[in-house]
């Protein structure tokens, strides 16, 4: 939550080490495993939209799957594989266009956040969604 929640300046780093011990402790015992493929240090807003972003993935994961987290230079890729989807299309319509008056439950709040925050930092989401893949781009 810290990761995803908190505030995070333009200067700061994160070490791949805590990203990696907070990815344990997240996955420890559940159906949902994540595989960070991102580099050794990394910009916190950045790291702080990807957790976002696999907290989005992971709602669309209710049975488990695999995450993967990439990063090359600027552009991040997040990528959910799993055999059963379970895609709410206004929640993710939510990242792809331009700010809405859209409920939200408190269970969804991460949607929200995530587009507010990669807009306020200039970065474009791309969505693909398939019948067992979503791709997020960032």
Same mark, same amino acid.
């Given at each position: 939550? #810290?990761?995803?929640?908190?505030? $995070? *300046?333009?200067?700061?780093?994160?070490? @791949?080490s805590e990203v990696?011990?907070?990815?344990? &402790?997240? +996955?420890?015992?559940? #159906?949902? @495993?994540?595989? =960070?493929? !991102?580099?050794? $240090?990394?910009?916190?807003? &950045?790291?702080?939209? !990807?957790?976002?972003?696999?907290?989005c993935l992971e709602? $669309?994961?209710?049975?488990?799957?695999?995450?993967?987290?990439?990063?090359?230079?600027?552009? =991040?890729?997040? @990528? *959910? %594989?799993?055999?059963?989807?379970?895609? %709410?299309?206004?929640? =993710?319509? #939510?990242?792809?266009?331009?700010?809405?008056?859209?409920?939200?439950?408190? !269970?969804?709040?991460?949607?929200? /956040? /995530?587009?507010?925050?990669? @807009?306020?930092?200039?970065?474009?989401? #791309?969505?693909?969604?398939?019948?067992?893949?979503? +791709?997020?781009?960032?």
């Amino acid at each position: 939550f #810290r990761l995803a929640f908190g505030s $995070a *300046a333009d200067h700061q780093q994160v070490a @791949r080490s805590e990203v990696l011990s907070v990815i344990d &402790d997240m +996955t420890r015992g559940g #159906r949902l @495993r994540l595989d =960070w493929q !991102a580099g050794p $240090a990394l910009a916190r807003v &950045d790291v702080k939209i !990807a957790f976002l972003g696999i907290m989005c993935l992971e709602t $669309a994961l209710p049975y488990g799957g695999q995450v993967t987290i990439a990063a090359n230079g600027a552009d =991040w890729t997040l @990528r *959910a %594989d799993a055999d059963r989807l379970k895609v %709410d299309p206004d929640l =993710w319509q #939510r990242l792809a266009s331009p700010p809405q008056a859209l409920t939200l439950a408190p !269970a969804h709040v991460h949607f929200a /956040l /995530l587009a507010d925050e990669a @807009r306020r930092r200039g970065r474009l989401l #791309r969505l693909e969604l398939a019948e067992s893949r979503i +791709t997020l781009r960032f």
